[in-house]
């Protein structure tokens, strides 16, 4: 069962913006902590931003700013809002779902791979 789908990836020039959805399965949806993740070519993957149950979220540094997460609980549904887009933003962007204590302990710490729900990811691409 595929519990997280994402869209709304695509390519654009530096400075433009896209919007990123994630529809999750109620199940999925369900775990405290919601977030977005992304992995450039021959990097790590890496936190980027995170929402938990409290509407509390956290982001990495380098996307503060620019980057806006939020959630829609009636459709089961995660945001993140992309401005100011950057050639460093290219990456595939991927959502995750899991138990956590707060957003900021889950993007910084204790965020695994294999643990909790992903997505199949979406690709963005920026130019310069």
């Known amino acids: 069962q595929v519990h997280l789908v994402e869209s709304g990836g695509g390519s654009v020039q530096s400075g433009g913006s896209l919007r990123l959805s994630c529809t999750a399965s109620?199940?999925?949806?369900?775990?405290?902590?919601m977030g977005w993740f992304r992995q450039a070519p021959g990097k790590e993957r890496e936190g980027v931003a995170a929402i938990d149950s409290n509407d509390s979220t956290s982001y990495a540094d380098s996307v503060k700013g620019r980057f806006t997460i939020s959630r829609d609980n009636a459709e089961n549904t995660l945001y993140l809002q992309m401005d100011n887009l950057k050639p460093e933003d290219t990456a595939i962007y991927s959502c995750a779902a899991d138990l956590c204590s707060s957003s900021e302990i889950w993007l910084q710490y204790t965020w695994r791979p294999e643990v909790g729900f992903w997505g199949q990811g979406t690709q963005v691409t920026v130019s310069s």
């Open positions: 109620r199940y999925a949806y369900s775990g405290n902590c």
